[in-house]
T-cell receptor, first 109, second 114 residues
Framework: GQNIDQPTEMTATEGAIVQINCTYQTSGFNGLFWYQQHAGEAPTFLSYNVLDGLEEKGRFSSFLSRSKGYSYLLLKELQMKDSASYLCAPLDSNYQLIWGAGTKLIIKP | IAGITQAPTSQILAAGRRMTLRCTQDMRHNAMYWYRQDLGLGLRLIHYSNTAGTTGKGEVPDGYSVSRANTDDFPLTLASAVPSQTSVYFC?????????????FGPGTRLTVL
């Protein structure tokens, strides 16, 4: 079967660094997406990894290990506006996104 | 402004009524999707369309139907609404010719079935 596992909720302090982990099992694999979703809003694209390694984009970085079925999203210099849910979504062999339930990130001053 | 629009923004519906959620994109994307999102669950795919004139069933298609008469529009119909269809519905689109098939989402429709 297909399965995505990520923590339900995490709390971090403004200015700090946080790592959100995701493990996945899918039928085939064509890359992995991370999306951000603020409460009451639509998901928005953050990153895409298809090869092993780290992709850096400003304060956000995403890592992928295909052999381990593992990815993480790293957020640096946390700001209050980073309070949101972060969705891990691998792309399966049919090019369909398989969505995790998301990690709710709470930023405290 | 390029993007995806959905209508209505929210709706309260009596059980048994028929309802069509509208979705329109102007990015000329070939693929479109309908998801529902419920508290504590991930986005679940209802139906999708890889190109105009074709549709496919997702993870939770029962009670829903779609059509794709042209590239821009992808309406979702609930033939006879039931309370378990209370949810937030998101429409999305992507250009499957692009390297990573990023999906762009509409603002969502919040549907309550009583």
């Amino acid at each position: 079967g297909q399965n995505i596992d990520q923590p339900t909720e995490m709390t971090a302090t403004e200015g700090a660094i946080v790592q959100i982990n995701c493990t996945y099992q899918t039928s085939g694999f064509n890359g992995l997406f991370w999306y951000q979703q603020h409460a009451g809003e639509a998901p928005t694209f953050l990153s895409y990894n298809v090869l092993d390694g780290l992709e850096e984009k400003g304060r956000f970085s995403s890592f992928l290990s295909r052999s381990k079925g593992y990815s993480y999203l790293l957020l640096k210099e946390l700001q209050m506006k980073d309070s949101a849910s972060y969705l891990c979504a691998p792309l399966d062999s049919n090019y369909q996104l398989i969505w995790g339930a998301g990690t709710k990130l709470i930023i405290k001053p | 402004i390029a993007g995806i629009t959905q209508a209505p923004t929210s709706q309260i519906l009596a059980a048994g009524r028929r309802m069509t959620l509208r979705c329109t994109q102007d990015m000329r994307h070939n693929a479109m999707y309908w998801y529902r999102q419920d508290l504590g669950l991930g986005l679940r795919l209802i139906h999708y369309s890889n190109t105009a004139g074709t549709t496919g069933k997702g993870e939770v298609p029962d009670g829903y139907s779609v059509s794709r008469a042209n590239t821009d529009d992808f309406p979702l119909t609930l033939a006879s609404a039931v309370p378990s269809q209370t949810s937030v519905y998101f429409c999305a689109s992507s250009d499957q010719g692009e390297l990573h098939n990023e999906q762009f989402f509409g603002p969502g429709t919040r549907l309550t079935v009583l």
